[in-house]
């Protein structure tokens, strides 16, 4: 495991919040991680977090799922769900001209890529519904066991 990952697991570990709480936190960042509106993550994560007054360090962590690094794969799994769901063929999505250039290029992709904004857009939420509701579960459960394990954390508590 990374040293950057290993810190974001020790942050969540060790939040001062509750287990829902925290758990609460993460996974609204992991659904807006999906969210498909580009270039908005850390501000609508930070703008939640202020306005419900949840932790801003698991909701960024939350969101940051979605970086450089993972933004194709997660919105092509999601626009790819979003074909199933809606029954549109996908045959569309390797048919971009990556030998055009400029302006020329953009109107093309454009034009390939119209069909797929409404398997992007419900895609992408759905997913990010399913994999919000993972992270906070998972999340939940691994605090609530590490609360209840530890000798100075006394018993898990239930909180909602």
Known sequence: MSSRLKRAVDVLLRAQDTPHRTALAFGIGVFIAFFPLLGIHTALALGVAFAFRLGRVPMLLGAFINNPWTLAPLYLAGTLLGCVLMGVPTA???AIDWSLHGSAFYRALFASLKPYLWPFLIGNTVLGIVAGLAG?????????????SSPLGGPARRDL
Not at 136 to 148: F, I, K, S
């Open 92 to 94: 569309g999505l390797s």
């Open 136 to 148: 906070y579960l998972g999340l939940r459960y691994v605090l609530e066991r590490r609360r209840a």
